[in-house]
């Protein structure tokens, strides 16, 4: 889609949350800290969580195509904190030199199929900066001070949750609808919803343009709608326009493809 970032934005975008994300676990009290953005683990499980995903996603991008990921042994994860997020570190160092040895265009396992997102190894980087950029705010929730994601990022991560996490060709189970997203940054995208399953664009021009009406729509920064994407945030907190059932719907839609 247009004005995606590019390949080497990705990368240092990556470092950047990275640090970020380790900053946040080093001021926190304890490991034990629970994260309220994800109930069920501690700080120590969220670092262990993202870190093992940065080795096993390295593995994967480094084997080229294939039918499946790549299987890597379970690491031992140190309990301490310093040793841990250096653990972290060097796992971040791995995905990021495995993604800039294969460059943006190796064909590479990915889990998602027929959606708008190609199966390559820049597509797996432009997911996992959103990974590490999610989990960063999680981290800092959890510490009690959470900042918004980069502009940059979190323009680009409305469009990769849509094209990559939510377009399929899984036929939606419900009456056709049209869904617009915009971002006050001054970007918004449109979402079809059919028989034919879920297709998103960029609609060009000012927000709300376009050759149909939409049947909801949510309005935010590009932070929030992010948040609100990953369910972060709850959609009380965007302005939202028309039937809000659909996004409950869609929220609870979990198509087999």
């Given at each position: 889609m247009e004005e995606t970032l590019e390949f080497a934005d990705l990368l240092r975008l990556m470092d950047e949350r990275s640090t970020a994300f380790r900053?946040?676990?080093?001021?926190?009290?304890?490991?034990?800290?629970?994260?309220?953005?994800?109930?069920?683990?501690?700080l120590f499980d969220l670092v262990q969580h993202l870190g093992e995903g940065r080795r096993k996603w390295a593995a994967t991008v480094a084997a080229g195509p294939a039918d499946a990921p790549a299987a890597v042994p379970a690491p031992v994860v140190p309990q301490e904190r310093v040793a841990l997020l250096a653990?972290?570190?060097?796992?971040?160092?791995?995905?990021?030199?495995?993604?800039?040895?294969?460059?943006?265009?190796?064909?590479?396992w990915t889990w998602w199929g027929p959606s708008q997102s190609p199966q390559t190894s820049g597509a797996v980087a432009r997911h996992q900066l959103q990974q590490v950029a999610v989990h960063t705010y999680d981290a800092q929730v959890a510490v009690g001070a959470p900042q918004p994601l980069p502009d940059e990022v979190a323009l680009d991560g409305v469009d990769e949750f849509l094209t990559t996490c939510v377009a399929t060709t899984a036929a939606w189970p419900h009456k056709p609808a049209v869904i617009d997203y915009h971002a006050t940054e001054g970007r918004s995208w449109r979402l079809w919803l059919s028989a034919d399953g879920a297709r998103a664009a960029r609609l060009p021009g000012s927000a709300g343009e376009g050759p149909e009406a939409a049947d909801v729509s949510a309005w935010g920064t590009a932070?929030?709608?992010?948040?609100?994407?990953?369910g972060r945030i709850s959609m009380d907190l965007l302005r939202l326009d028309g039937d809000r059932g659909i996004f409950d719907q869609l929220i609870a839609w979990e198509p087999e493809v």
């Open positions: 900053a946040a676990v080093a001021s926190a009290p304890s490991l034990d800290v629970r994260v309220p953005t994800c109930p069920e683990w501690t653990w972290f570190a060097a796992s971040t160092g791995e995905l990021l030199a495995s993604l800039r040895e294969a460059g943006p265009d190796r064909g590479c932070n929030e709608l992010v948040m609100f994407c990953y």
